[in-house]
């Protein structure tokens, strides 16, 4: 492979190089990329199952005002 570089020009070697070099910066790209994306779909989740917390707690409460509700009913 040395002895077939070694034939080319330098414009040759050097767009062998430089497009070396942008499918080394493409992959690094895309490796951070798609690190980002799992990122923010942990933290998308985790605000996801907060916000299923508060809605919990606002059955429990509605819950609680209901039978409150029916026992101010009862004392009537």
Known sequence: ML????GLNKIDKALII?????????????VISIK???QFNSIRNSGNDRWFQVEDRIKAYEHKVD???EQIKNLK
Do not use: C, D, P, Y
Not at 3 to 6: D, Q, V
Not at 18 to 28: C, H, Q, R, S
């Open 3 to 6: 002895k077939r570089f070694k």
């Open 18 to 30: 430089i497009t070396v070099i942008i499918m080394v910066l493409l992959a690094g790209n895309m």
């Open 36 to 38: 980002h994306i799992s």
């Open 67 to 69: 039978q409150l509700e």
